[in-house]
Nanobody
């Protein structure tokens, strides 16, 4: 079993910043592959940032240059630094541990943290 606990969401003004954290526990084999997705109201869940292979991180085009994915391997924690926030970034942000990240080979999701950006 893998548990993912997100934190750091909240209300921000356009142009502001937030940092999301995802603390992973359980059968995590490689924290490097844990990433972030988001789902806006009425929209499908979409990729925000994730490493698909070692050294190659994919970002959504809409967040490139504004969001940065990082991790603290010792703490099994992944971060998403979000700068220059836009109202379009309003969504529930989910931490994702894909099958490549854990010993169980299962796709896991956190419960999500809400980010609201006001104009």
């Amino acid at each position: 079993q893998v548990e993912l606990v997100e934190s750091g969401g909240g209300l921000a003004q356009a142009g502001g910043s937030l940092r999301l954290s995802c603390a992973a526990s359980g059968s995590i084999a490689n924290i490097n592959f844990v990433g972030w997705y988001r789902q806006a109201p009425g929209e499908q869940r979409e990729l925000v940032a994730r490493m698909f292979s070692i050294g190659v991180t994919k970002y959504a085009d809409s967040v490139k240059g504004r969001f940065t994915l990082s991790r603290d391997n010792a703490k099994n924690t992944v971060y998403l630094q979000m700068n220059s926030l836009e109202p379009e970034d309003t969504a529930v942000y989910y931490c994702n541990a894909p099958p490549t990240s854990n010993y169980n080979g299962i796709n896991y999701w956190g419960k999500g943290t809400l980010v609201t950006v006001s104009s």
